[in-house]
C-alpha cells in the first residue's frame, strides 16, 4: 500500500483506500501527499480483523469514485462469486481494476498427510479441529487449484488479469 500510493504521488495522482471486511472499516478519501500512503500504511499495520466476512463490500463500493480510476483490488478473494460477479458487470467498464489475490501456501500446500490438525481462519483466529487423510489433503489442495482457475476464469471475463502474491511479495512478479 505504501508503494502504490508514493508511486501515485510521484506521477501527480491522488491516492486512497476503501478497507472493508464483515463491514466498512475506513475510507480514506484520495489526496497527493507524500506521506499520506504511508498514515494508510500504518493504519492497515495496526489493525486487527475480527471477521473474516465480506458483508461489507456493499457499502464499501458506494465510495468508489464516479470518474474513471486505476483500482488495485487487494483481497484474499474467498468470497462468493455472484457479488463478484455483479460488481464487475456494474463497475469494470468504467474504471481499470488490478486484483492482488493474497494467499498462504500454508492453508493448501504444508498440510500432513495424516492427522489431527486444527485449521485457522486468518482473520478471526477460529480455529476448528479437523482430521487429514491423504485424500481429504488432495482436496484441500485442489480446491485452492480450482478456486484460483475460477477467479482468473471470472476476471478475464472482464479483461482483468489477476496477481497471486503467494506467501511473500516478487516484484518481478508485477513488473513482468
Not at 500504518?42 to 458483508?55: F, Q
Not at 501456501?105 to 491423504?134: I, N, Y
Amino acid at each position: 500500500v505504501a508503494a502504490l500510493g508514493f508511486s501515485a504521488y510521484k506521477i501527480g495522482d491522488r491516492f486512497g483506500l476503501i478497507a472493508y471486511g464483515d463491514e466498512l472499516l475506513a475510507y480514506f478519501e484520495p489526496q497527493i501527499s507524500r506521506s499520506y500512503s504511508l498514515e494508510i500504511a500504518e493504519w492497515l499495520w495496526d489493525l486487527n480483523p475480527t471477521a473474516s466476512l465480506s458483508d461489507g463490500f456493499p457499502a464499501a463500493m458506494d465510495y468508489l469514485p464516479r470518474k474513471p480510476h486505476l483500482i488495485f483490488w487487494l483481497s484474499d478473494f474467498n468470497v462468493e462469486y455472484p457479488p463478484l460477479e455483479k460488481f464487475l458487470t456494474e463497475h469494470a467498464a468504467n474504471h481499470d481494476f488490478v486484483p492482488v489475490v493474497f494467499w498462504d501456501s500454508a492453508e493448501f500446500e504444508k498440510v500432513p498427510d495424516w492427522g489431527m490438525v486444527w485449521l485457522s481462519d486468518p482473520e478471526t483466529k477460529e480455529r476448528r479441529p479437523e482430521l487429514l487423510t491423504p485424500g481429504r489433503r488432495k482436496q484441500l489442495q485442489s480446491a485452492f487449484l480450482d478456486r484460483r482457475q475460477s477467479l482468473k476464469s471470472l476476471f478475464k471475463k472482464f479483461d482483468v488479469e489477476p496477481i497471486f502474491i503467494v506467501n511473500e511479495l516478487n516484484p518481478l512478479q508485477i513488473s513482468d
